[in-house]
């Protein structure tokens, strides 16, 4: 892990939703203690139940967040991508602790931020607790949901949904639309709960009835209507 200090343009900071409201002697602020974080693929960012002191962002990359079963085996829970922002919920644990682990799945360049600075420029901008409230919202609404469709829909019913869901918004009138899988198959099982041979098999089947094309990471949904039809 190779960490440095750094000093980004306050415009580029001010892009982040989170840091969209703060004035500029804030972000000098948190400039003061923001580091870059180099990763190499499959380095370690935290442990689970590490002491946290500071949250993050993807700035290039991929993470993924994942927990440890009592038996050994992986659970990843999310992967996050350059945009996203994690961790910033700790902020308010009373046990200051990493819930989850974090390890890079490429090579990652991730922005870290301060906790203690961080709260003092919530102390200050109203705007910035706002949005750092809608975000943890929209997380746990997200979560909800995911644990609703983690365990009240089989695993045909979750890919499926899965593939669907890479449809970009101008093209969910398309009759096929082809992707690259952004991460390998067996993290995107992980994510689904579905083990590496049950996803394979089921992506054989949905080959099979010509409703999709495989070809490395390159997925062909070639019957885009037939596809909802099995979620409908």
């Known amino acids: 892990m190779n960490v440095n200090a750094l000093t980004l343009p306050n415009a580029e900071l001010n892009q982040l939703s989170l840091l969209s409201k703060l004035a500029e002697n804030q972000l000098n602020k948190i400039q003061k203690t923001m580091k870059l974080i180099n990763l190499s693929e499959g380095e370690h960012l935290f442990e689970q139940g590490q002491p946290a002191e500071r949250f993050f962002l993807v700035r290039s990359g991929q993470m993924k967040l994942y927990r440890v079963s009592m038996e050994g085996s992986e659970r990843v829970i999310e992967v996050k991508q350059p945009g996203d922002i994690f961790a910033e919920a700790v902020l308010f644990l009373d046990t200051r602790e990493y819930p989850l682990s974090a390890?890079?799945?490429?090579?990652?360049?991730?922005?870290?931020?301060?906790?203690?600075?961080?709260?003092?420029?919530?102390?200050?901008?109203?705007?910035t607790c706002f949005q750092l409230m809608a975000n943890m919202s929209k997380g746990l609404h997200q979560n909800l949901n995911q644990v609703?469709?983690?365990?009240?829909q089989n695993a045909t019913f979750r890919l499926v949904n899965y593939l669907l869901q890479q449809i970009p918004a101008d093209q969910q009138t398309a009759e096929s639309y082809r992707f690259e899988l952004s991460t390998s198959k067996s993290i995107i099982a992980s994510c689904l709960s579905i083990q590496p041979e049950t996803f394979s098999r089921i992506l054989r089947s949905l080959k099979t009835r010509e409703l999709i094309m495989v070809k490395g990471k390159s997925i062909t949904l070639m019957d885009i209507a037939g596809l909802k039809a099995m979620i409908a």
């Open 103 to 127: 390890a890079a799945l490429v090579n990652t360049e991730i922005l870290a931020f301060d906790f203690m600075t961080f709260k003092s420029v919530l102390e200050e901008s109203r705007e």
């Open 148 to 152: 609703d469709y983690l365990t009240l």
